[in-house]
């Protein structure tokens, strides 16, 4: 009987993969709560409230230009915290990461607006946006690795919680704004409802740290700290990785592109096209709750055949849906914008992007895998920020026509992934502790 028990209780190292884990996701979330929650305020809120001498598209662009922001801010905060992680540990810089992004997004819930202080508002905003931005930067990287260098196996499926606390967060940001409007009203909802998200974010900080104090340091981390040299992170990454980044960056564009145009950019053109802004946002709750499993079954897949078969499927398949998604958003249908959202969000999508965490994870040696895995991820995701923005100025140029136009530059950036991913050897299978192979193809399986 003591020998059952003995086996039946959980050894260390579980304990601290399910909390890490756990941890993974819940911080995941919370980040994308606010980060995303700002996404989704740009697109039907924030034209109408911090840019109110603009014409409609004008301040659509203006808009999705602070939004961008913060995504041309990422790569930084990836560099910055993933050089301390490198450094000094995975945890410390999750605490902070997750500390700045609550404390940041409480400060936009109480901005003052355009009529209030005028421009000033607009440059707060974007400042605002920018420490956002390195913020979830830093995040990534580190929840990524936590759960990737605490996995013996599955790596992908539970690297994959971090990516799925994304659309969780984006669920929470849109029902927190749906529910908001609900109850408060339009006209009160631009007046002041829409901050009451962004002051959640107190709340969720304190259960987040609460969950993310409990996990230990990665014993790959704490491996590879024994007898670690001096060597900048970042210069061990460019001048030993530069091909595994330019791939991780090239096989990310396109699922970035896509979520920044399913999730922001369709977002304002649904609304714009005649649809309701509350069947939008009923629509784009429902794609992002159901890409939650999708995104850890596809990563599960990825675990049994590699990562690149189902990175692939999803690129290909993402080309050929750019060309029928505004069609189906512009018929004038609630049911067929919904459909269009969840076969892009939440089928489609998650196949590019569910297995990105495992996979940027395995390009880079343990001494500079935050820094690395950051930067790469990071650079691709400026494909969500810009995406969004790009969109709105061809219709602004066009007249609010062009949509043919942007299904063509969507198209062409899953090519890109296409033959990136060709390119890229299998990662799977590769040892954390050990270092990627040098030379023309670093990681092809045997």
């Given at each position: 009987m003591a020998g059952t028990a003995a086996s039946s209780t959980p050894s260390p190292r579980n304990v601290q993969l399910r909390r890490a884990v756990t941890s993974s996701f819940i911080g995941s979330v919370i980040e994308y709560y606010d980060f995303l929650l700002y996404a989704t305020a740009s697109a039907v809120v924030f034209s109408r409230v911090f840019f109110t001498d603009l014409d409609p598209l004008a301040g659509t662009v203006a808009s999705l230009g602070t939004f961008a922001a913060g995504y041309l801010a990422r790569p930084l905060g990836g560099v910055v915290f993933g050089h301390f992680g490198d450094r000094l540990g995975r945890k410390r810089m999750l605490v902070m990461t997750m500390t700045l992004m609550g404390t940041v997004s409480f400060l936009i819930g109480v901005l003052p607006t355009y009529e209030q202080i005028g421009s000033w508002a607009a440059v707060m905003l974007v400042l605002l946006r920018v420490l956002q931005g390195v913020a979830v930067g830093g995040e990534w990287g580190g929840a990524v690795l936590m759960s990737a260098e605490h996995a013996t196996s599955r790596r992908g499926l539970w690297a994959s919680f971090t990516n799925a606390g994304a659309p969780f967060g984006m669920v929470l940001s849109t029902a927190a704004l749906t529910g908001t409007g609900a109850v408060v009203g339009e006209e009160a909802f631009l007046a002041w409802g829409w901050r009451v998200p962004f002051l959640l974010s107190v709340v969720l900080l304190a259960v987040g740290l609460f969950v993310r104090l409990r996990v230990e340091e990665t014993p790959v981390f704490a491996a590879a700290r024994t007898g670690s040299g001096g060597k900048l992170p970042l210069l061990d990454v460019l001048r030993r990785h530069p091909r595994n980044l330019l791939l991780a960056v090239a096989v990310g564009l396109a699922a970035f592109v896509a979520q920044g145009t399913l999730t922001t950019f369709l977002i304002a053109h649904g609304v714009q096209a005649g649809h309701e802004r509350q069947t939008v946002l009923n629509a784009l709750t429902l794609s992002s709750a159901l890409a939650v499993p999708a995104i850890v079954g596809?990563?599960?897949?990825?675990?049994?055949?590699?990562?690149?078969?189902?990175?692939?499927?999803?690129?290909?398949?993402?080309?050929?849906?750019?060309?029928?998604?505004?069609?189906?958003?512009?018929?004038?249908?609630?049911?067929?914008?919904?459909?269009?959202?969840?076969?892009?969000?939440?089928?489609?999508?998650?196949?590019?992007?569910?297995?990105?965490?495992?996979?940027?994870?395995?390009?880079?040696?343990?001494?500079?895998?935050?820094?690395?895995?950051?930067?790469?991820?990071?650079?691709?995701?400026?494909?969500?920020?810009?995406?969004?923005?790009?969109?709105?100025?061809?219709?602004?140029?066009?007249?609010?026509?062009?949509?043919?136009?942007?299904?063509?530059?969507?198209?062409?950036?899953?090519?890109?992934?296409?033959?990136?991913?060709?390119?890229?050897?299998?990662?799977?299978?590769?040892?954390?502790?050990?270092?990627?192979?040098?030379?023309?193809?670093?990681?092809?399986?045997?």
């Amino acid at each position: 009987m003591a020998g059952t028990a003995a086996s039946s209780t959980p050894s260390p190292r579980n304990v601290q993969l399910r909390r890490a884990v756990t941890s993974s996701f819940i911080g995941s979330v919370i980040e994308y709560y606010d980060f995303l929650l700002y996404a989704t305020a740009s697109a039907v809120v924030f034209s109408r409230v911090f840019f109110t001498d603009l014409d409609p598209l004008a301040g659509t662009v203006a808009s999705l230009g602070t939004f961008a922001a913060g995504y041309l801010a990422r790569p930084l905060g990836g560099v910055v915290f993933g050089h301390f992680g490198d450094r000094l540990g995975r945890k410390r810089m999750l605490v902070m990461t997750m500390t700045l992004m609550g404390t940041v997004s409480f400060l936009i819930g109480v901005l003052p607006t355009y009529e209030q202080i005028g421009s000033w508002a607009a440059v707060m905003l974007v400042l605002l946006r920018v420490l956002q931005g390195v913020a979830v930067g830093g995040e990534w990287g580190g929840a990524v690795l936590m759960s990737a260098e605490h996995a013996t196996s599955r790596r992908g499926l539970w690297a994959s919680f971090t990516n799925a606390g994304a659309p969780f967060g984006m669920v929470l940001s849109t029902a927190a704004l749906t529910g908001t409007g609900a109850v408060v009203g339009e006209e009160a909802f631009l007046a002041w409802g829409w901050r009451v998200p962004f002051l959640l974010s107190v709340v969720l900080l304190a259960v987040g740290l609460f969950v993310r104090l409990r996990v230990e340091e990665t014993p790959v981390f704490a491996a590879a700290r024994t007898g670690s040299g001096g060597k900048l992170p970042l210069l061990d990454v460019l001048r030993r990785h530069p091909r595994n980044l330019l791939l991780a960056v090239a096989v990310g564009l396109a699922a970035f592109v896509a979520q920044g145009t399913l999730t922001t950019f369709l977002i304002a053109h649904g609304v714009q096209a005649g649809h309701e802004r509350q069947t939008v946002l009923n629509a784009l709750t429902l794609s992002s709750a159901l890409a939650v499993p999708a995104i850890v079954g596809w990563s599960a897949l990825s675990d049994r055949v590699g990562r690149r078969p189902v990175v692939l499927a999803g690129a290909v398949a993402m080309g050929g849906f750019a060309f029928v998604l505004f069609p189906m958003a512009d018929a004038g249908s609630a049911l067929l914008l919904t459909v269009a959202l969840v076969l892009g969000q939440s089928v489609i999508h998650p196949m590019m992007y569910g297995p990105l965490a495992a996979l940027c994870a395995e390009l880079f040696s343990t001494r500079s895998r935050y820094t690395g895995a950051s930067l790469g991820y990071q650079l691709a995701g400026l494909g969500a920020g810009l995406a969004p923005l790009l969109f709105a100025e061809i219709q602004r140029a066009t007249g609010g026509s062009g949509t043919l136009t942007i299904s063509v530059v969507v198209a062409g950036f899953c090519a890109l992934t296409v033959v990136s991913i060709l390119m890229l050897g299998e990662t799977r299978d590769r040892d954390l502790t050990e270092k990627p192979e040098a030379g023309r193809r670093p990681l092809i399986r045997s």
